[in-house]
């Protein structure tokens, strides 16, 4: 069973950094992409980050690009989000995600991502 934990979360101000951890189990973790995504109250889940089995590839959409990272541990089964320059707009729950195998192209879509953690909330104070 896939278990994914997240953490790091919690309170900003505006300008200020923050790095989201998620530790993955019960899966052979450097087959797959992994992915960050954030959802805000009243909006749909979207992708903020995701990365290939190796690391080597990373995507982002242009609202994060240049202020967030996604890296990977695979020998620890870890995945980060470091979160730079943060907005109010960043703010939303933040959930790790597993993908497909990665086989040379990177999916963003959630409908994608078939496992789950709990989420962390972020909340970036103006």
């Known amino acids: 069973q896939v278990r994914l934990v997240e953490s790091g979360g919690g309170l900003v101000q505006a300008g200020g950094s923050l790095t989201l951890s998620c530790a993955a189990s019960?899966?052979?973790?450097?087959?797959?992409?992994m992915g960050w995504f954030r959802q805000a109250p009243g909006k749909e889940r979207e992708y903020v980050a995701t990365?290939?089995?190796?690391?080597?590839?990373?995507a982002y959409p242009d609202s994060v690009k240049g202020r967030f990272t996604i890296s990977r541990d695979n020998a620890k089964n870890t995945i980060d989000l470091q979160m730079r320059s943060l907005k109010s707009e960043d703010t939303a729950v933040y959930y790790c995600?597993?993908?497909?195998?990665?086989?040379?192209?990177?999916?963003?879509?959630?409908?994608?991502?078939?496992?789950w953690g709990q989420g962390t909330q972020v909340t970036v104070s103006s």
């Open positions: 990365i290939s089995s190796t690391g080597s590839t990373t």
């Open positions: 019960g899966l052979t973790f450097n087959r797959y992409i």
């Open positions: 995600a597993r993908g497909p195998r990665y086989v040379g192209t990177l999916f963003h879509s959630p409908q994608n991502f078939d496992d």
